[in-house]
């Protein structure tokens, strides 16, 4: 019969197992108490010494606990402000498995400077007060003096002789050539994809005028080739009609709040508001028109056989619009290097660019078939 092991080789068993453990095991045990309560290797524990050692254990157990207690209510304080304070750098935390998982940060999406542009409207202080300065030009290059000698420049002439020819036809009263209108879309395609590079380093106004004229064109594009060609072209009217009143909000949203804010700080130009509210309204018919388009699956099929000259309205008014908003364009480009400034630049815009054409294609055009919207 074996015989029971004695409460010393318990002790020696226990300890011995203790100073196996881990040093991170060891890590979470409670510390001793300060009278010392756990007996070395080889010491036998009596019955008093068991019980004070258990009473100083439990008393120790108790401090541990109020402690623990203490640092987890720290350490969550800690960790509830580092998590506020890692929300606010942008990282997020994760729950997973039970453990809180922080996952790197991602950078946040870059905000083109194109959208940025429109939040600068009205912010150019540099526009004197109207009544100061009206008509005030400033001097720079003469036209001779600008750069024509790339593609760029030979496709601007190209629409400038095409544009003439385009305004004899139309007193004429004679249909435009579907070789008229694929060169046209050719023509105008090249200046507008050209003229990018040139345009970033244009104050915040100009730029949005590009962009925006950019995304009109590309729409008066897609229109002309479909009134061209139907049945190849007719549904890039869609998408590209997105473009359309995307950059029409794009650019109203700029310069209305552009010429609020000259009003309000009395800075204000007067004759730049006959220009803007013309535009406003061919880009409203422009407007209903698509939107003809678009509630009329069956559009293609039928508007153009029932009035018969639609589609030669319809690609008379997109070349004359492809012509005014590139010209719109060069005036800037006028503005800028100093061959055409104040108040002469505005006034010949305004007439050149807006109304003058737009009178002219109204008047050769009324007698027609057609219904444009």
């Not at 400077?113 to 939040?119: L, S, Y």
């Not at 998408?239 to 700029?254: D, L, Q, R």
């Not at 407007?287 to 099929?301: H, I, S």
């Not at 012509?323 to 005036?331: E, G, T």
Request: charged share 15%.
């Amino acid at each position: 019969q074996v015989a029971p092991p004695s409460v010393g080789q318990l002790s020696v068993r226990s300890h011995q197992q203790g100073a196996a453990m881990s040093a991170a095991q060891l890590a979470f045990l409670p510390a001793p108490a300060a009278g010392g309560v756990l007996p070395t290797a080889g010491e036998a524990l009596g019955p008093g010494r068991l019980h004070s050692a258990s009473a100083a254990s439990a008393e120790a157990a108790s401090q541990q606990s109020s402690a623990t207690s203490v640092a987890a209510a720290a350490a969550f304080s800690v960790a509830a402000a580092a998590a506020v304070q890692r929300r606010r750098r942008g990282r997020v935390p994760r729950h997973a498995g039970g453990y809180d998982v922080l996952e790197r940060s991602t950078p946040g999406m870059e905000v083109p400077d194109e959208i940025k542009d429109i939040e600068t409207a009205g912010k150019d202080v540099a526009t004197p007060h109207w009544s100061t300065e009206p008509m005030k030009e400033k001097k720079g290059l003469t036209l001779a003096m600008l750069d024509w000698k790339d593609l760029h420049g030979a496709a601007c002439g190209a629409s400038g002789v095409l544009f003439v020819a385009e305004m004899v036809r139309f007193y004429l009263g004679q249909k435009p050539t579907d070789i008229e209108c694929y060169f046209a879309a050719v023509v105008y395609g090249i200046i507008y994809a050209s003229r990018f590079d040139g345009i970033r380093g244009l104050p915040a106004h100009f730029r949005v005028t590009f962009y925006a004229t950019t995304g009109w064109s590309f729409y008066y594009i897609a229109h002309l080739l479909a009134a061209t060609n139907p049945e190849m072209c007719a549904h890039w009217v869609y998408p590209t009609g997105i473009v359309f009143v995307a950059s029409t909000i794009y650019f109203y949203k700029h310069w209305i709040e552009r010429m609020y804010r000259h009003f309000v700080e009395d800075r204000f130009r007067p004759y730049y508001l006959p220009g803007l509210m013309g535009l406003m309204y061919f880009h409203w018919l422009d407007c209903v028109d698509l939107f003809n388009q678009w509630v009329d699956p069956t559009y293609w099929q039928t508007v153009p056989l029932t009035l018969t000259d639609q589609a030669w309205t319809i690609q008379d008014v997109r070349l004359t619009g492809l012509f005014m908003s590139s010209m719109a364009l060069f005036m800037i480009t006028l503005h800028n290097k100093g061959v055409l400034t104040g108040g002469r630049n505005t006034l010949l815009t305004v007439l050149g660019t807006i109304f003058v054409p737009a009178l002219f294609l109204t008047g050769t055009h009324a007698t027609l078939n057609a219904s444009f919207p």
